[in-house]
């Protein structure tokens, strides 16, 4: 048995038999609508169909399926299909097709081939990234936002346009994008310098970027090459440059002028032949009404800059499911879980999608790796997904402290139980599932938390689903 959990939507025992051969657990669906409810719930590796379900059937499943988040393998069953059904199916985005007998060794091929998907490190760039360029910078994601920022990127790499400017909040992948140019523009030259102006001090950073002399200062016992001179023909990446001391700011932009520079005491003139690109968190507009930054090197520095745009915004979210999904796929916080926790629960999702991430994608990576050391079972569940939340409160105008939001895990942990039971009309193998753990763990935390259903349950509205046994899911032994 190769996968964890596999949906069958058949009636057939045969069908059934095959689903038991690849899954550790199969769970039978009646309909299309039961299977998408059952993929929320139990986040299967796999879907098998009979050949009761025509292409156009398949179609409308795979496209109701995407709406809900559900992105899974769908694997027809057929004893009689020809060429031209088989290209149909194919067509509609199913993975494989295959007989009912004669390909069962096939099917393990395929359980294989998924099974290998799952693993940490075998991210495919068609699943996660919107081409081949965001595949090699590591630009996650396919939302309008993402794809429009990639068209910015190959617009200005394929230019001679230099410096470069990328704006964005913190943590949205701004050196990601500085590497993407660099890839394009400079794709035999391996040379990408990057430096954080806001890590070192004013003296400091003028000997990191320019270089310095033997006995230019105290302490320099012998010459330095800087930074924008190893660069050579390659790419410098100036990252926080708003933190810039102003001095150095007009350094650099004689150097983005005259492309030439001097060494710290130095009296000869270095040819700059490197791509310059600056990043910045703040807005380098207002950054120049308060007198923070020159306004002479902003304007240079502003030609086309490239926006990315934070993981709160409408055109972004659709992101914030495929970036989970890829760093629980990738993430190497924990080896001794590797390829043991494969999925995450709908509602679990369904918290990262609602949050507002001020980190953006620093902080959801940082997220995933951590439900990833607490989580105990095979899917991450909304147990394990802790975020902080944070409140700007100023004490006075000139006082402004952070506040975390007072909140008790335990009560915390209350209400996610209680939301779970109560989605699922109480019953307890479904809850269990969106919350992932197991049922008897369940059992444990409804007493331990005294949680009853009932008007007067506090945190808890009795659910109006009848609970009968036609609403379970159907588990093939």
């Known amino acids: ?142 939302s309008k936002a993402i794809k429009s920022t990639l068209r910015i990127i190959n617009l200005v790499a394929g230019s001679n346009c230099n410096p470069v400017l990328i704006t964005g909040e913190t943590g949205t992948g701004k050196e990601l994008a500085a590497k993407a140019v660099h890839i394009i523009r400079h794709p035999n030259e391996p040379r990408f310098i990057g430096v954080n102006c806001a890590a070192l001090t004013a003296t400091l950073l003028e000997s990191e970027l320019f270089g310095h002399v033997r006995g230019a200062f105290t302490g320099a016992d012998r010459d330095k090459t800087g930074l924008l001179e190893l660069a050579g023909q390659g790419t410098i990446f100036l990252d926080e440059i708003s933190e810039m001391p102003i001095e150095l700011q007009a350094k650099l932009l004689r150097v983005i002028q005259d492309k030439t520079f001097r060494k710290v005491g130095g009296i000869k003139d270095i040819l700059c032949q490197a791509t310059i690109i600056a990043s910045s968190n703040r807005n380098l507009k207002k950054e120049v009404i308060l007198n923070h930054f020159r306004s002479d090197l902003y304007y240079r520095l502003n030609i086309c ?72 079972t095979d899917k991450i569940g909304l147990t394990s997904v802790i975020i902080e939340h944070f409140d700007l409160v100023g004490s006075s105008d000139s006082d402004t402290s952070v506040h975390i939001r007072d909140y008790s895990l335990e009560k915390a942990e209350r209400e996610l139980i209680a939301r779970a039971l109560q989605e699922t009309g109480w019953q307890k193998t ?45 588990y093939v032994a």
């Open 305 to 376: 800059p490239i926006t990315i745009a934070p993981l709160k915004t409408p055109e972004r979210r659709e992101d914030i499911r495929l970036l989970a999904e890829y760093f629980l796929r990738s993430s190497t916080v924990c080896p001794d879980k590797a390829g043991k926790i494969t999925a995450i629960t709908a509602l679990a999702l369904e918290a990262l999608e609602n949050h507002t991430w001020p980190g953006n994608v620093r902080e959801l990576r940082n997220v995933i790796d951590r439900a990833l050391l607490l989580e105990t």
């Open 430 to 474: 479904r809850a269990a599932a969106l919350l992932g753990i197991t049922r008897a763990t369940l059992y444990a935390k409804v007493k331990q938390h005294n949680i009853q259903m009932g008007p007067c349950a506090p945190n808890l509205i009795q659910s109006s689903t009848p609970v009968s046994p036609e609403n379970q899911p159907v």
């Open 1 to 142: 048995m190769l996968l964890r959990r596999v949906i069958v939507v058949s009636a057939q025992p045969d069908v059934q038999q095959l689903a038991r051969r690849v899954g550790q657990q199969a769970f039978v669906a009646d309909d299309t609508a039961e299977a998408i409810n059952f993929a929320r719930t139990l986040a299967p590796e796999l879907i098998l169909f009979d050949d009761r379900f025509t292409p156009g059937h398949i179609a409308d499943f795979i496209a109701t399926a995407d709406k809900n988040g559900v992105k899974i393998p769908v694997v027809t069953v057929s004893s009689d299909i020809n060429s031209i059904r088989l290209n149909e199916y194919r067509q509609v985005g199913v993975f494989d097709c295959l007989h009912l007998l004669a390909d069962q060794q096939q099917l393990l091929e395929i359980a294989a081939k998924i099974k290998s998907r799952l693993q940490p490190g075998t991210n495919h760039p068609a699943d996660y990234f919107a081409s081949d360029l965001a595949a090699s910078a590591g630009i996650v994601g396919k």
